[in-house]
């Protein structure tokens, strides 16, 4: 043999060896980890090491037939108890892989409906706004006044005569005061925008210039070109005051204003109720404009209704995505961002009279809004999905959109609509009975609705107040089947966690936008009782580092 040749075997050998150590190593990583929390292998790490480990059982498996049929006899009579234990040990290493695995798949298919808020007024993350970690929740019961008749076509919870425009307009003007301090709606938005500018751009003192696009990401997930039903969305009147209030008091030019949803087409009585006061208001939805939607009265076509134009704009820190990285090359190329998000719940296990699937994570806020500014929203289901990946403390694509540069990180405000809040994706209008609503739940067909609106400039501490008001109204509220009428799925504030603590989070996940790391994107807390309502700031205004929670009855 010459020197080359032993060099080159003996490489190998130190390869094979490597190889070997390398995928015991993860075979050992995996199961400490995995037998203990079978759901950790959904985890990142796992999900890497599982592989390697699997190779490394198969390779065993092979090795131990094989050695069964070479090994002489009279081994096998000399040192039977040897063997016996090789045989052992490589069958007990397999099982217990196959095991811990399996256990960890059915853990993540049973899905629970037992999210109880734990560690209250414990903030963690750093707050956000004028008034650090403020949110503020405007109510007027009379804003919201539909019958609640789901057998008519004519009297639907959407329509003019059911939402008191005057109103609404008002409470979204008190809301944007009260959040800012301001005395008058123009000064509101000069604080908006310069808080925005200051803090993510270190430009002092800078306003809304001529020229900058304002995109408004709503939620339109049962919307279509013809129409919704009753089936909860974006109110049109809502909508309308938030577009009012950009163009009359903020100053923005309405031909700078993109509505849009880039997962579903804009519905019609959305569509006209804007462009009757703003014609020149851009909407993007999904698909070109239908025959079916109605043309703008100002151009009498579809002028300013356009489909998304797909680019490339997001990262993900720990899955590789193909349609979920592309957003709309006009949502790209705007300046800012308005997410004006629902009040919703997104999971319901006893919805038969709505139809549908129950739903696959626990809320619709903020956070999931931006399900509707990508391309490839199902790629990101099973990582949500608490039967499938988003087992407790798993990596959450949220954080990812809400600190992309292209999409979340240029939010200058966020805003919950909650005139109708639902109780799953596909959710007909839902009473809310507990305090300080009040509702009246029986008969269905009544007036009293959630009729509210809350805003922050910190998305992480509004959607807390939104689940700390989701989870109380799941309490005390049983249909005649027995049934609660809301319930929130486990699991639902693991990607507030996250988003709060993006550098050392739960999952273990290193979230990085543009090669650096995520700072925090808000504050998380829950308040310390549903009656009550108070978080850290409400209790210690001096000391108090999470939200503070300013409620307001008009």
Same mark, same amino acid.
């Given at each position: 043999?010459?020197?080359?040749?032993?060099?080159?075997?003996?490489?190998?050998?130190?390869?094979?060896?490597?190889?070997?150590?390398?995928?015991?190593?993860?075979?050992?990583?995996?199961?400490?980890?995995?037998?203990?929390?079978?759901?950790?292998?959904?985890?990142?790490?796992?999900?890497?090491?599982?592989?390697?480990?699997?190779?490394?059982?198969?390779?065993?498996?092979?090795?131990?037939?094989?050695?069964?049929?070479?090994?002489?006899?009279?081994?096998?009579?000399?040192?039977?108890?040897?063997?016996?234990?090789?045989?052992?040990?490589?069958?007990?290493?397999?099982?217990?892989?196959?095991?811990?695995?399996?256990?960890?798949?059915?853990?993540?298919?049973?899905?629970?409906?037992?999210?109880?808020?734990?560690?209250?007024?414990?903030?963690?993350?750093?707050?956000? +706004?004028?008034?650090?970690?403020? /949110?503020?929740?405007?109510?007027?019961?009379?804003?919201?006044?539909?019958?609640?008749?789901?057998?008519?076509?004519?009297?639907?919870?959407?329509?003019?005569?059911?939402?008191?425009?005057?109103?609404?307009?008002?409470?979204?003007?008190?809301?944007?005061?009260?959040?800012? +301090?301001?005395?008058?709606?123009?000064?509101?938005?000069?604080?908006?925008?310069?808080?925005?500018?200051?803090?993510?751009?270190?430009?002092?003192?800078?306003?809304?210039?001529?020229?900058?696009?304002?995109?408004?990401?709503?939620?339109?997930?049962?919307?279509?070109?013809? +129409?919704? +039903?009753?089936?909860?969305?974006?109110?049109?009147?809502?909508?309308?005051?938030?577009?009012?209030? %950009?163009?009359?008091?903020?100053?923005?030019?309405?031909?700078?204003?993109?509505?849009?949803?880039?997962?579903?087409?804009?519905?019609?009585?959305?569509? *006209?109720?804007?462009?009757?006061?703003?014609?020149?208001?851009?909407?993007?939805?999904?698909?070109?404009?239908?025959?079916?939607?109605?043309?703008?009265?100002?151009?009498?076509?579809?002028?300013?209704?356009?489909?998304?134009?797909?680019?490339?704009?997001?990262?993900?820190?720990?899955?590789?995505?193909? $349609?979920?990285?592309?957003?709309?090359?006009?949502?790209?190329?705007?300046?800012?961002?308005?997410?004006?998000? %629902?009040?919703?719940?997104?999971?319901?296990?006893?919805?038969?009279?709505?139809?549908?699937?129950?739903?696959?994570?626990?809320? *619709?806020?903020?956070?999931?809004?931006?399900?509707?500014?990508?391309?490839?929203?199902?790629?990101?289901?099973?990582?949500?999905?608490?039967?499938?990946?988003?087992?407790?403390?798993?990596?959450?694509?949220?954080?990812?959109?809400?600190?992309?540069?292209?999409?979340?990180?240029?939010?200058?405000?966020?805003?919950?609509?909650?005139?109708?809040?639902?109780?799953?994706?596909?959710?007909?209008?839902?009473?809310?009975?507990?305090?300080?609503?009040?509702?009246?739940?029986?008969?269905?067909?009544?007036?009293?609705?959630?009729?509210?609106?809350?805003?922050?400039?910190?998305?992480?501490?509004?959607?807390? /107040?939104?689940?700390?008001?989701?989870?109380?109204?799941?309490?005390?509220?049983?249909?005649?089947?027995?049934?609660?009428?809301?319930?929130?799925?486990?699991?639902?504030?693991?990607?507030?966690?996250?988003?709060?603590?993006?550098?050392?989070?739960?999952?273990?996940?290193?979230? *990085?936008?543009?090669?650096?790391?995520?700072?925090?994107?808000?504050?998380?807390?829950?308040?310390?009782? $549903?009656?009550?309502?108070?978080?850290?700031?409400?209790?210690?205004?001096?000391?108090?580092?999470?939200?503070?929670?300013?409620?307001?009855?008009?």
């Amino acid at each position: 043999m010459d020197t080359a040749e032993a060099s080159s075997r003996s490489r190998g050998t130190v390869a094979r060896i490597a190889a070997i150590a390398v995928g015991f190593a993860a075979l050992a990583w995996f199961l400490i980890r995995v037998i203990p929390k079978p759901s950790r292998a959904s985890y990142p790490c796992q999900r890497a090491a599982f592989p390697l480990a699997s190779a490394f059982v198969l390779w065993l498996c092979s090795l131990t037939g094989f050695l069964s049929l070479v090994t002489p006899k009279r081994i096998l009579l000399r040192h039977p108890k040897w063997v016996a234990a090789a045989l052992a040990l490589v069958l007990a290493t397999g099982g217990g892989w196959l095991y811990s695995t399996h256990r960890a798949q059915a853990a993540a298919r049973a899905t629970q409906w037992n999210f109880a808020p734990q560690q209250r007024n414990q903030p963690v993350g750093t707050a956000r +706004g004028v008034y650090p970690g403020r /949110v503020v929740w405007v109510r007027d019961r009379q804003a919201a006044h539909w019958s609640g008749d789901l057998n008519t076509p004519t009297d639907q919870w959407w329509m003019d005569k059911n939402n008191d425009q005057a109103r609404i307009d008002a409470m979204m003007s008190t809301t944007l005061r009260t959040l800012t +301090g301001a005395a008058t709606d123009e000064q509101a938005w000069q604080k908006i925008f310069t808080y925005y500018n200051q803090r993510a751009r270190g430009q002092k003192a800078r306003g809304y210039q001529n020229g900058e696009v304002v995109a408004v990401k709503i939620n339109l997930n049962n919307s279509t070109a013809t +129409g919704i +039903g009753n089936y909860v969305n974006a109110s049109p009147q809502m909508t309308l005051a938030l577009v009012r209030q %950009l163009v009359q008091h903020a100053h923005v030019p309405a031909s700078a204003i993109i509505v849009y949803d880039a997962q579903r087409d804009i519905y019609p009585a959305l569509l *006209t109720k804007i462009w009757a006061k703003f014609k020149d208001v851009r909407f993007v939805q999904k698909h070109a404009p239908s025959a079916d939607q109605p043309l703008n009265p100002g151009y009498g076509d579809h002028h300013g209704l356009e489909p998304a134009d797909w680019v490339e704009g997001v990262h993900y820190s720990a899955n590789s995505y193909h $349609d979920a990285k592309l957003i709309p090359r006009q949502i790209m190329n705007a300046t800012y961002l308005v997410n004006m998000a %629902l009040l919703k719940a997104h999971s319901y296990p006893y919805a038969a009279a709505e139809g549908g699937d129950e739903g696959q994570t626990a809320v *619709t806020m903020t956070g999931k809004n931006h399900f509707g500014s990508i391309k490839g929203t199902p790629e990101l289901h099973a990582a949500i999905n608490t039967a499938r990946e988003a087992t407790p403390h798993a990596y959450s694509p949220i954080v990812d959109l809400a600190a992309s540069p292209n999409l979340g990180a240029k939010t200058i405000l966020y805003l919950l609509d909650g005139l109708y809040c639902g109780r799953r994706h596909q959710s007909y209008p839902l009473h809310f009975p507990n305090a300080p609503f009040n509702n009246r739940v029986e008969p269905y067909a009544n007036p009293d609705w959630p009729s509210s609106l809350l805003a922050s400039f910190d998305g992480v501490a509004l959607d807390s /107040v939104g689940l700390d008001i989701l989870y109380a109204q799941s309490q005390n509220n049983l249909d005649k089947d027995h049934h609660p009428r809301i319930l929130i799925r486990e699991n639902a504030d693991d990607y507030l966690q996250e988003e709060a603590t993006p550098g050392h989070a739960p999952s273990g996940v290193a979230y *990085t936008q543009n090669g650096k790391p995520v700072e925090s994107l808000g504050v998380f807390e829950h308040w310390d009782n $549903d009656a009550s309502r108070q978080y850290s700031r409400n209790k210690n205004p001096k000391q108090g580092r999470g939200i503070e929670l300013v409620y307001r009855a008009q």
